[in-house]
C-alpha cells in the first residue's frame, strides 16, 4: 500500500488545514487509517485514526474538538481536519495505514505509512 499525504502548510494560531492522505490501492480501504505527527526533537506521536468504514475514530487528547478524521473510501482518501489550530500542533504529518481494520492508536500496528507533509503553525 502506497500513501501519500498533503495539504501541509503555514498557518496563523487559531487558522484551519485539511490534510489528505491519498492510496493507490484498493486494499487502502480494508485498513485503518492513522495520522501521526513529529515535531523537531520528538518521537512519532498518534493524533487520530480511523477504523475501515469510518464507524470509529479516535483522537489523543490534546487534539479532541479541534480535529476531525474522515475517510472517502470510494476516492481512497482519508483526511484530517484540523481547525483551531495551535503552535504546539507545527510537526510534520504522516498518514499510515494499520494492519488492522479497526482504529487503533498503537504505532506498531501501522505497517505502511506515507512520506509526511510541513505543518506549520505561528503565534
Known amino acids: 500500500v502506497q500513501l501519500q499525504a498533503s495539504g501541509g502548510g503555514s498557518m496563523q494560531a487559531g487558522g484551519s488545514l485539511r490534510l489528505s492522505c491519498a492510496s493507490s490501492?484498493?486494499?487502502?480501504?480494508?485498513?485503518?487509517v492513522g495520522w501521526f505527527r513529529q515535531a523537531p526533537g520528538k518521537e512519532r506521536e498518534f493524533v487520530a485514526g480511523i477504523s475501515w468504514n469510518g464507524g470509529s475514530t479516535l483522537y489523543t487528547d490534546s487534539v479532541k474538538g479541534r480535529f476531525t478524521i474522515s475517510r472517502d473510501n470510494a476516492k481512497n482518501m482519508v483526511y484530517l481536519q484540523m481547525n483551531s489550530l495551535k503552535s504546539e500542533d507545527t510537526a510534520v504529518y504522516y498518514c499510515a495505514a494499520a494492519r488492522t481494520a479497526s482504529v487503533t492508536s498503537r504505532k506498531a500496528f501501522y505497517n505502511y505509512w506515507g512520506q509526511g507533509t510541513l505543518v506549520t503553525v505561528s503565534s
Open positions: 490501492r484498493r486494499t487502502f480501504t480494508n485498513n485503518g
